[in-house]
């Protein structure tokens, strides 16, 4: 059913059932939401690509009531742009220590750590990572995120690994099937 399992990661069971009780994904931006390569012009402008199935995603989550937040360690207009244009209003960018940013995200959002999920890719992940209800990484993740991801996705950043994220909490919390139908009609 779910994809991203396999037999060196905790049980499926455990990690939808973590899943059950979020109610905030925070999302690290490059090697998450992008594959990590950064593209800059002769002028220095940044270009960051970002898959339109991740943001489908994104926004199918956020209509099922669970909040998306970012923090990045790096400042970028696009990510900027990007986040604005998918509803997305808790965006920190240029927080290299994450910790600050996510204690923020706590009292804004009044949400518990069990209530919390992150995704990552690389160290500066981990000190969030580590504390919240669900930590999942990416698939072309560091090894060390990943032995302490929670779950992993098939995918890899800037591929579609948000979409499998967000499909597996909707699954979890039963509101896929909602989702869908919506479609079918």
């Not at 973590?18 to 690290?28: R, T």
């Not at 926004?59 to 990007?82: D, F, P």
Request: charged share 25%; aromatic share 6%; glycine share 10%.
């Amino acid at each position: 059913m779910m994809s991203g399992f396999d037999n060196s990661q905790k049980s499926m069971a455990v990690v939808l059932e973590k899943a059950k009780k979020l109610k905030l994904l925070i999302l690290d931006v490059d090697g998450v939401l992008t594959d990590g390569r950064l593209f800059f012009d002769n002028d220095g402008t940044e270009y960051k690509c970002f898959h339109a199935r991740d943001g489908h995603g994104i926004k199918l989550l956020r209509q099922t009531g669970v909040e998306v937040a970012v923090i990045s360690g790096r400042n970028s207009n696009s990510v900027a742009l990007r986040m604005k244009n998918l509803g997305i209003e808790h965006v920190y960018q240029g927080h290299e220590n994450k910790l600050r940013a996510f204690a923020e995200l706590l009292e804004k959002t009044g949400c518990t750590f069990e209530q919390v999920a992150h995704v990552g890719d690389d160290l500066l992940d981990l000190p969030v990572m580590t504390r919240v209800g669900l930590a999942i990484a990416v698939n072309d993740a560091n090894f060390a995120v990943k032995e302490r991801a929670d779950w992993c996705t098939t995918l890899p950043g800037g591929q579609g690994a948000v979409r499998e994220v967000c499909d597996l909490i909707m699954q979890a919390q039963g509101t896929f099937d909602k989702v869908l139908d919506s479609y079918l009609k």
